[in-house]
Every structure is written in structure tokens, then in C-alpha cells.
């Protein structure tokens, strides 16, 4: 289950993150602006994430949609990955996480929309590179070196975000929110 920590990421990272989060609720509320968004300043990793998601369906991908935003279920218990205005997510994670998971990508989605190209560089490789690192930690049995997944601005950011539009942070006060 998700368990909304307050992480204090510094001035920059608190600042991204508010930016984030108050930009998401703006664009939830006007999503026409959000697809604009996607396909103009966010096309760049549409296009790379398009290719991933053309991999998945090949492969076995089975697609459905979660807010507006496209899910490809693909694989098993691995967790997640945002491509653009969708993710591909894991199957058998049961239904917290695989509900978790999908809020935490949305949260991704907004974050293309808003950064746009940046969010390549601020977003996707740090966030890929760290669950890489991570992952190898935890299979070489050194998962104590891993610090809360949440913890780096851009997980946290994503994760907040997907929570507070759609999941267990939904009509909480967004100031509360805010770091
Ligand atoms: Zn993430």
C-alpha cells in the first residue's frame, strides 16, 4: 500500500515538485490543454514511448485506460514505466500496488506535459537509472543500501500527484501537499 511521507527534497527539488503538483491540478481541470501539451513541448518521449508501447502490445500487452491516461498491462510483478500520455505496468502485483502504480504513472504523464523535453533529463533517466541501481542493490542482497523509493524528487513528485488526482490523497487540501 502507499504511505504518503512529506519528503523534504530542497529548495530546487521542493520547488519542481510544487510546480509539478500544482500544474497537474491545473491541467487535470483542463485537460484539452494537457493533450495539446502532450503532443506539441511532450511529443519527444510520446514518440520514444509510442515504440515501447508498439514492443508491448506485439508481445502480449493488453491495453485499457485509467483516467484518460492509456495502461498496457505487460509482464509480471516488475512494477512500472510512464511513456509519455500512458505506462506499461506489471501484472500479478496485486491491487494496491498495481493501483499505486497506475496513480504514480499519471503522475509521470503530468510530468511530460509540464516539463516536456526537460523531463527526459529530469525525470525519466534519473528515475530509470535509480531503479536500476536499486534493483541491483536488492538482487545482490544489499536492498539496506536502498534509500524510500519516494524519497528523490521525481519518484515523490510522480507519486503525490497520481495519489492526490486519482487515489488515496484525492480531496486532500493541496496546500497540505505543498513542501
Ligand atoms: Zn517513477
Known amino acids: 500500500m502507499y504511505n504518503y511521507v512529506k519528503y523534504d527534497h530542497g529548495w530546487l527539488g521542493n520547488w519542481i515538485f510544487n510546480a509539478t503538483l500544482k500544474g497537474a491540478a491545473f491541467l ?6 494537457y493533450w495539446v501539451l502532450q503532443f506539441t513541448w511532450g511529443i ?4 520514444i514511448g509510442g515504440l515501447i508501447t508498439l514492443f508491448c502490445l506485439i508481445f ?11 495502461v498496457v498491462m505487460f509482464g509480471n510483478n516488475w512494477g512500472g514505466l510512464e511513456v509519455g500520455c500512458g505506462a506499461i505496468v506489471a501484472n500479478n502485483m496485486g491491487d494496491a500496488w498495481t493501483t499505486h502504480t497506475k ?4 503522475g509521470h504523464n ?3 506535459a509540464i516539463w516536456g523535453p526537460i523531463a527526459i533529463f529530469m525525470m525519466n533517466i534519473p528515475s530509470a537509472v ?7 542493490n ?12 519516494d524519497s528523490a524528487f521525481f519518484e515523490d513528485s510522480a507519486s503525490v500527484t497520481g495519489e492526490y488526482l486519482y487515489g488515496t490523497l ?3 487540501d493541496i496546500k497540505e501537499l505543498l513542501k
Open 60 to 70: 502480449g500487452g493488453k491495453a485499457s485506460s485509467y483516467h484518460g491516461h492509456y
Open 138 to 149: 536488492s538482487r545482490r542482497g544489499h536492498g539496506e543500501k536502498n534509500k524510500p523509493y
Open 130 to 136: 535509480r531503479y536500476w541501481y536499486q534493483e541491483i
Open 44 to 47: 519527444l518521449y510520446n514518440i
Open 103 to 106: 496513480n504514480h504513472e499519471s
Open 110 to 112: 503530468f510530468q511530460n
Open 170 to 172: 484525492k480531496g486532500k
Open 28 to 33: 487535470a481541470k483542463h485537460m484539452w490543454l
